[in-house]
């Protein structure tokens, strides 16, 4: 057994810093976009292995269960297989298991690879912001993170555009095929460069029940996300009992965590302030953005007419912005308050909800474009200075346990908020169609001037009917939309005043900056 307390390793320098973290940004970057990559290829899947769009689907939810599961666990996995171990364990089995997805020949087999996909990728997340933490000077600690952030924020955009292009332009086994020479380049590098850096490991004991716990309330609550909406949720005796057994198992987990010697996952964090505070704005302030990520290249693929790809290419600005001024923000943590930078960042977020509120229903891809590139400058003011203010000052063997738990917290809220979010959107927009559909009657005004314009056109009868009612449903998606800008816009400007009850530590330079952060 090795001693737990030995000095974490100095931080790197050149050349040799620049490719540590080139190798470890190229992991994460595979692993974020392999969460989306495959929503926009569920069709071709489908139809390519004999099954309906909802059985594809389970490629998406077993993958997401499998992840939600493993991220946790990352700080126990740390300390008894060892940090650099368990990344190359990580990312070979990834490599491997991309492959497997690729050449699956049904349904079973694929969903069979994706769950030891998820399960693999789980620990790459938070592995990677604790070792680049590691790799930078104390007081560069804000420029690591802003390089993980950024790479955190941009990639679930790009998933969905490359998984599209993939599998219209090659096929859709490319879409696992692509992450393999991109695995073995952050492999190799990452072995050459930061191979010497092992953390101590202990043999902890195996806290199996908390373990149990872990994947029943997780894989009931994943599932009943995912499966919520085309199931009409509690109308369905499945998704009740997903829910019981979700929140029964829940409690039993907190209880048993808080109270066993050796816990499978470190709940004792939340006993610090600024962690709390932290990961509780961040899950938050990612829940109200993820949902935004998910509704708006729905709302103009559904009823405005764009195509997959332009709908994700008109989103995807905000990423311009994220990526220049990330190394800004990275510098400037160390010296102001990341308070400050956070309030920057939702006051630009609830700004751009606001003014997306305001669209005409003729609003065309260049206003929307703008729309996302204005977001994205408080975009890199968002995820960066609330890691930080998470992990300073914390001591070096928990950054990992820590890592892991606001990555959880973030991917769950994101998977709660684009499902209730979507959900709610599609009911307003029901309750709009029903308001407008009693004032357009055949005796209306509207109808009237409606069914000249159609008629003069030489549309009559059953297709006018049609075209109407087109335009009815269209509308009413277009205030259910609007509505759903304006709360999250609100629900932002409200974790302004969340952020503030942090009270972040300064990170400073000092003799113990090669030590942990």
């Known amino acids: 057994m090795q001693d737990n307390k030995q ?124 070792l680049l933490l590691q790799c930078y000077p104390r007081e560069k600690s804000g420029m690591a993170i802003a390089i993980w952030s950024m790479t955190i924020t941009v990639a679930p955009i790009a998933g969905p555009i490359l998984g599209g292009w993939l599998t219209d332009n090659i096929s859709w086994p490319w879409i696992f095929y692509v992450n393999i020479p991109i695995g073995i380049l952050a492999l190799v590098i990452s072995l050459m460069m930061i191979g010497d850096r092992e953390s101590p490991t202990r043999k902890l004991p195996v806290d199996r029940v908390g373990l149990a716990l872990l994947i029943i309330w997780v894989g009931s609550f994943q599932v009943m996300l995912d499966k919520g909406k085309e199931l009409d949720w509690f109308g369905s005796p499945f998704i009740v009992t997903l829910a019981v057994v979700s929140v029964v198992a829940f409690v039993y987990f907190l209880v048993w965590e808080l109270t066993e010697k050796h816990p499978i996952i470190d709940l004792s ?59 800004l923000v990275g510098k400037g943590i160390s010296k102001y308050d990341p ?114 314009a159609l008629s003069a056109i030489n549309i009559k009868g059953s297709a006018a009917y049609s075209m109407i009612e087109r335009d009815i449903t269209v509308q009413s998606f277009m205030f259910s939309t609007y509505e759903m800008f304006r709360v999250s816009g609100f629900l932002i400007l409200c974790l302004i005043g969340v952020v503030w009850l942090a009270r972040p530590k300064k990170v400073k330079a000092g003799p113990d900056s090669a030590g942990g952060h």
């Open 7 to 130: 000095a974490p390793p100095a931080p790197l320098t050149g050349a040799k810093l620049v490719f540590a973290t080139i190798s470890l940004s190229l992991a994460t970057l595979m692993i974020v976009i392999d969460t989306t990559i495959a929503n926009v290829s569920i069709p071709a899947i489908s139809g390519d292995l004999g099954v309906s769009t909802s059985q594809g689907t389970w490629v998406i939810t077993f993958f997401a269960v499998a992840n939600a599961v493993a991220v946790p666990l990352t700080g126990w996995l740390i300390q008894r297989i060892g940090q650099i171990k368990l990344f190359v364990w990580s990312v070979a089995l990834f490599i491997l298991s991309s492959f497997l997805c690729g050449m699956a020949w049904n349904i079973e087999s694929l969903i069979g690879f994706r769950i030891m996909q998820g399960f693999v990728a789980g620990p790459v997340i938070p592995l990677s912001m604790s």
């Open 269 to 327: 964090l939340f006993r610090i302030r600024n962690f709390t505070v932290s990961t509780l704005t961040l899950s938050l302030g990612y829940g109200v953005f993820f949902m935004n990520l998910v509704l708006v290249p729905l709302w103009l693929q559904k009823y405005m007419g764009y195509t997959a790809t332009w709908a994700g290419l008109v989103t995807a600005t905000f990423g311009i912005f994220a990526i220049i001024l990330s190394p």
């Open 339 to 452: 308070r400050l930078f956070v309030t920057f960042a939702f006051t630009f977020f609830s700004a751009a909800f606001f003014m997306r509120s305001g669209f005409s229903p003729a609003v065309d891809a260049k206003s929307i474009a703008l729309n996302h590139l204005f977001q994205g400058i408080g975009m890199a003011a968002f995820m960066t200075p609330l890691n930080a203010m998470a992990v300073a000052g914390m001591a070096h063997d928990r950054i990992g346990s820590a890592s892991g738990l606001i990555n959880f917290a973030r991917i769950m809220m994101g998977a709660f908020s684009a499902s209730v979010g979507t959900t709610i959107w599609e009911n307003r927009a029901a309750m709009h169609h029903a308001r407008l559909t009693e004032e357009i009657t055949p005796y209306s005004v509207a109808w009237s001037h409606m069914a000249n």
